[in-house]
């Protein structure tokens, strides 16, 4: 049984900061690509970042680029979203999902599991 726990989220000033986190359970971690996905109210939910296997390839949406870093600690199953110089349109609850392979999709239809989703809200 794969389980994904996102944390982190909360209330933040537009400029400041926060550091999603998501611990995943079952499976080989190591094994899969991740990404994080948003979703605002009225809105579909939308690709933020991804990272393959290793870590050692990632990429971002175009609204997060430069500011947003996506990293993750295979030895502890956890992959990570730094988010700096947020903004209001940021947001969103996110949510951390697996690819069903090494890689990573901007398409959420080709992950296979998901976490439960943390509020992150920025205050104009």
């Known amino acids: 049984q794969v389980q994904l726990v996102e944390s982190g989220g909360g209330l933040v000033q537009a400029g400041g900061s926060l550091r999603l986190s998501c611990v995943v359970s079952g499976g080989t971690f190591s094994s899969y690509g991740m990404g994080w996905f948003r979703q605002a109210p009225g809105k579909e939910r939308e690709f933020g970042a991804g990272i393959n296997r290793s870590g050692g390839a990632t990429t971002y949406a175009d609204s997060v680029k430069g500011r947003f870093t996506i990293f993750r600690d295979n030895a502890k199953n956890t992959v990570f979203l730094q988010m700096n110089s947020l903004k209001p349109e940021d947001t969103a609850v996110y949510y951390c999902?697996?690819?069903?392979?090494?890689?990573?999709?901007?398409?959420?239809?080709?992950?296979?599991?998901w976490g439960q989703g943390t509020q992150v809200s920025v205050s104009s």
């Open positions: 999902a697996r690819f069903r392979s090494y890689w990573w999709s901007l398409d959420p239809a080709q992950y296979d599991y």
